[in-house]
């Protein structure tokens, strides 16, 4: 895929790693410790490599000078703006080496290789980069494309079997804001194994968030809301049942389209027509809600106070669905958010 803005990376797809499309001798190699276990052969003849523990706390703003530090005393090479760095690993590694990558020499190339498959759907793309201030995440970052972004069979496979399953709920949620020729693929492709589907629909995927990011780049409109679509509850799934982001996020569609189907913005026949898609991927497992305790109403409010999309009268921009392909924002009141959580059963006690 070609890029048709500067806010957009060249992606490409490939069975192995493409070592021969990096300069080994200069470029330096920020890899996640879990990949390398794996696939140890990828930092062959590579000069620099910083190899990394992923998670938030790589994303944490109190260690970043400490990591800096290590990478100039590593990475002996002369710096310059045309120097590259290489990130292979999931969101958190891309987070840290795109922010990197952003400030040192006032912005260094950059080059993505996702190892989860929600970076290779969704955060690899789209310039985000982001560090966590004071255990609050992603509250400092920039806007910092890659110039190209490798999908990489050999390194997505290295995941476990159940991770493919959870980044069904980010193509679930890509599918119901492009609309229905991708939601037909996936109708077509339930029947496959997760990663299988994944890995056939990866390219349409990109393309509509590129095409969503394309309109907003960097988030002045408010048309990159409408990517958040799952994401209100799901974060608060996440924090709250510390469950992966996939699951919550498949949680958070579930908790969006059921509130958009009782506001009535959403028919019942285009709410059975995704309810059917859940069942046949088997995501419903995750939303049927029988191995949950529901949520005390006052850790919910807290956790969506912290909410980064509130806007400045103390509302949240909830992505409500009107039909496939059509998503709606409307801002609303965290206590309406609330009563919705009592009315589904995720969240109990007054407000
Ligand atoms: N920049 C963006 O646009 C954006 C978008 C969404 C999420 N994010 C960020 O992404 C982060 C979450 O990223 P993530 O879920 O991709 O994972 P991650 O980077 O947090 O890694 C999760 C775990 O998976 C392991 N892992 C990674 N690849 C593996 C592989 N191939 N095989 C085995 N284990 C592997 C890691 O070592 C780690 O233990 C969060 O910090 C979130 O804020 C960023």
């Known amino acids: 895929m070609y890029p048709t803005s500067s806010f957009e990376s060249f992606v490409e797809r490939s069975d192995k790693f493409p070592l021969e499309k990096f300069a080994r001798a200069k470029d330096l190699l920020i890899i ?36 800096l530090e290590q990478i100039l005393e ?10 590259r760095i290489v990130a292979v690993g999931g969101g958190s590694v891309g987070d840290f080496a795109g922010f990197i990558a952003s400030v040192l ?34 509250q400092i ?23 493919a399953l959870e980044g069904l709920g980010e193509l679930v949620k890509i599918a119901l804001l492009e609309g229905d020729k991708m ?20 390219e349409p995927a990109i393309a509509a968030k590129y095409a969503v990011v394309r309109q907003d780049p960097q988030e002045l409109s408010g048309a990159r809301k409408i990517l958040n679509l799952g994401h209100t509850m799901g974060h608060v799934f996440e924090a709250a049942y510390g469950r992966s982001h996939g699951e919550s996020v498949t949680q958070g569609l579930w908790f969006a389209l059921e509130w958009s189907r009782h506001k009535n913005i959403l028919s019942s026949r285009e ?81």
């Open 141 to 163: 970052g920039t806007f910092y494309p890659a110039q190209a972004v490798h999908l990489v069979r050999e390194i997505l496979d290295t995941q476990p079997e159940g991770r």
């Open 32 to 67: 996640d410790k879990n990949v390398l276990v794996k696939l140890p052969g990828l930092t062959r003849d590579w000069r620099f490599v910083y190899a990394v523990e992923a998670g938030e706390e790589l994303k944490s703003f109190a260690g970043f000078a400490a990591r």
């Open 271 to 351: 709410w059975d027509k995704i309810r059917d898609v859940f069942v046949r991927l088997n995501l419903q497992r995750w939303t049927d809600q029988v191995d949950f305790i529901s949520l005390e109403a006052r850790s919910v409010l807290a956790l969506l106070a912290q909410d980064k999309k509130m806007t400045a009268d103390d509302k949240v921009d909830f992505v409500f669905l009107r039909t496939v392909g059509g998503p709606v924002v409307q801002p609303v009141m965290i206590e309406e958010i609330m009563l919705e959580g009592i009315r589904q059963g995720w969240v109990r006690g007054a407000i």
């Open 105 to 138: 020499k006032r912005g260094v190339r950059l080059e993505h290789v996702p190892s989860t498959w929600l970076a290779a759907i969704d955060s690899a793309h789209g310039g985000k980069t982001a560090l966590n201030v004071g255990g609050v995440k992603n």
């Open 183 to 202: 939601f037909a693929a996936l109708i077509d492709g339930a029947g496959e194994k997760p990663a299988a589907l994944l890995w056939k629909l990866l």
């Open 74 to 83: 590593l990475w002996k090479t002369p710096i310059s703006r045309s120097s």
